[in-house]
């Protein structure tokens, strides 16, 4: 009987919560440390307790789905493939355990964290939630409490940074910036990725929708040469025979004879349009922000080398997947040179064969300007190759920090191949 009681009493107190809620406007209030949390000044209890870590503050997905009015049949936990499952508004919201993926109504978006396991309960930063679950949410700094606002929809302004008085990862500082979000037809499944990085004493902030489809072709073009060199000549020949121009080319570039000239990855149709997008709003960012040409590119190199991981691969990646996936010298210098010559640059991929005693070589790009462009200002010599009558300056793209014409190893100084994208 005991059991039954407490059963009815937990319903009891969910149905409460659901009918507060249904109130057009309500303020639900989350503090740091305590088991409490209230809507409209009523309290109720929870199991587990919000937390700060690494400066991310972590609260509970359940307790937060039913203070906006998630009923909590609509909260679905299946345990045999970890999946947290939330339906809010005929929206679908999926978690998975162990990974950094959200599925909103079959929209993909990369997490940079993954949910946290407390007392059975399944953390998340406030940044998530508030994108997951479309809500408003607010920091107050002389309380250590989370404050969502029903009186507002979430407009992607929720960060996880305690010392903001209003969770907002575009103004947590006077010169935090935001490139306008690339928005795709709401109708195209795609991937959303979020990138920051610094530059000219700045903090870029960009939301990028990524097509799942072009994601996925592009991600099967190395499965098409690892088939191709996998085979022997006869089945080689075959295999040319019915594929693609657009796969051919990139496949061929891939030979020992193409030596490392990998400007068809840079041009490939498809990706080189997506790559326009990208180019519009990192260049309307330079204009704000009155970069001139030198420093619009060293802008969108900072881009390139900062906001997107480093991972070596063996076969080169056109630029969508480098944006999702990440990528080594070579992917990352695509993108970037796909970026530019986009803007309207001349460019160039500057492969370099192995130094000695490695086994592997290193590929940047070369952005062309005239002596015009260069800055006086600058206090260290730049870097350039001549190919053609142009100046390819030397733009690395492996890791942060570095500017156009600056070497990132010396020994790659005495030679380059130059291989100008048209």
Same mark, same amino acid.
């Given at each position: 009987?005991k059991?039954?009681i407490?059963?009815?009493?937990?319903?009891?107190?969910?149905?409460?919560?659901?009918?507060?809620?249904?109130?057009?406007?309500?303020?639900?209030i989350?503090?740091? &440390?305590?088991?409490?949390?209230?809507?409209?000044?009523?309290?109720?209890?929870?199991?587990v307790?919000?937390?700060i870590?690494?400066?991310r503050?972590?609260?509970?997905?359940r /307790?937060?789905?039913y203070? +906006?009015?998630?009923?909590?049949? *609509?909260?679905?936990?299946? *345990?045999?493939?970890?999946?947290?499952?939330?339906?809010?508004? !005929?929206?679908?919201?999926?978690l998975?355990?162990?990974?950094?993926?959200?599925?909103?109504?079959?929209?993909? +978006?990369?997490?940079?964290?993954?949910?946290?396991?407390?007392?059975?309960?399944v953390?998340?930063?406030?940044?998530?939630?508030?994108?997951?679950?479309?809500?408003?949410?607010?920091?107050?700094?002389?309380?250590?409490?989370?404050?969502?606002?029903?009186? @507002?929809?979430?407009?992607?302004?929720?960060?996880?940074?305690?010392s903001s008085?209003?969770?907002?990862?575009?103004?947590?500082?006077?010169?935090?910036?935001? +490139?306008?979000?690339?928005? *795709?037809?709401?109708?195209?499944?795609?991937?959303?990725?979020?990138?920051?990085?610094?530059y000219?004493? @700045?903090?870029?902030?960009?939301?990028?929708?990524?097509?799942?489809?072009?994601?996925?072709?592009?991600?099967?073009i190395?499965?098409?040469? !690892?088939?191709?060199?996998?085979?022997n000549?006869?089945?080689?020949?075959?295999?040319?025979?019915?594929?693609p121009d657009?796969?051919?080319?990139?496949?061929?570039?891939?030979?020992?004879?193409?030596?490392?000239?990998?400007?068809?990855?840079?041009?490939?149709?498809? !990706?080189?349009?997506?790559? &326009? *997008?990208?180019?519009?709003y990192?260049?309307?960012?330079?204009?704000?922000?009155?970069?001139?040409? #030198?420093?619009?590119?060293? #802008?969108?190199?900072?881009f390139?080398e900062?906001?997107?991981?480093?991972?070596?691969?063996?076969?080169?990646?056109?630029?969508?997947?480098?944006?999702?996936?990440?990528?080594?010298?070579?992917?990352?210098?695509?993108?970037?040179?796909?970026?530019?010559?986009?803007? &309207?640059?001349?460019?160039?991929?500057?492969?370099?064969?192995?130094?000695?005693?490695?086994?592997? &070589?290193?590929?940047? +790009?070369?952005?062309a300007?005239?002596?015009?462009?260069?800055?006086?200002d600058?206090?260290y010599?730049?870097?350039?190759?001549? /190919?053609?009558?142009?100046k390819?300056?030397?733009?690395?793209?492996?890791?942060?920090?570095?500017?156009?014409?600056?070497?990132?190893?010396?020994?790659?100084?005495?030679n380059?191949?130059?291989?100008?994208?048209?």
């Amino acid at each position: 009987m005991k059991k039954i009681i407490a059963i009815v009493c937990i319903c009891f107190i969910l149905f409460n919560i659901s009918s507060a809620l249904a109130e057009t406007n309500f303020t639900a209030i989350f503090t740091i &440390g305590k088991n409490e949390y209230s809507i409209n000044g009523q309290t109720y209890t929870m199991d587990v307790a919000p937390y700060i870590k690494d400066d991310r503050t972590f609260l509970p997905l359940r /307790y937060i789905a039913y203070a +906006v009015g998630v009923e909590p049949q *609509n909260i679905v936990y299946d *345990n045999t493939n970890g999946t947290i499952t939330l339906v809010k508004n !005929n929206k679908t919201i999926k978690l998975y355990i162990n990974s950094n993926i959200l599925n909103i109504d079959g929209n993909t +978006v990369d997490m940079d964290t993954k949910p946290e396991i407390i007392n059975d309960r399944v953390m998340l930063p406030v940044y998530w939630i508030s994108k997951a679950l479309n809500i408003n949410i607010n920091w107050d700094p002389s309380t250590n409490t989370v404050i969502i606002d029903d009186n @507002k929809s979430a407009s992607n302004n929720s960060s996880d940074n305690k010392s903001s008085s209003t969770y907002n990862p575009y103004t947590l500082e006077n010169n935090s910036m935001t +490139v306008p979000s690339i928005s *795709n037809d709401t109708t195209v499944n795609k991937v959303s990725k979020d990138f920051n990085w610094q530059y000219d004493n @700045k903090t870029y902030n960009w939301q990028v929708g990524i097509p799942s489809e072009l994601l996925e072709w592009d991600r099967k073009i190395p499965e098409e040469i !690892n088939k191709f060199y996998n085979s022997n000549g006869e089945e080689q020949s075959l295999q040319l025979s019915y594929m693609p121009d657009e796969i051919k080319t990139l496949v061929l570039s891939c030979s020992e004879f193409a030596n490392g000239n990998y400007t068809p990855w840079v041009s490939e149709e498809s !990706n080189y349009t997506y790559s &326009g *997008n990208l180019a519009k709003y990192l260049l309307q960012q330079a204009q704000t922000d009155r970069y001139d040409s #030198f420093h619009t590119a060293e #802008f969108v190199q900072s881009f390139v080398e900062s906001a997107i991981p480093y991972k070596i691969t063996a076969i080169p990646q056109l630029s969508a997947q480098t944006l999702v996936d990440g990528g080594d010298c070579k992917d990352k210098s695509i993108l970037l040179a796909s970026i530019l010559k986009n803007m &309207g640059y001349k460019v160039a991929l500057l492969m370099f064969s192995p130094l000695q005693g490695q086994q592997a &070589g290193h590929m940047a +790009v070369g952005i062309a300007f005239t002596d015009s462009d260069i800055p006086h200002d600058l206090n260290y010599n730049l870097t350039y190759y001549e /190919y053609d009558g142009a100046k390819y300056y030397f733009a690395e793209t492996t890791s942060p920090g570095w500017l156009i014409g600056q070497i990132s190893d010396e020994q790659l100084e005495q030679n380059a191949y130059v291989y100008p994208v048209n």
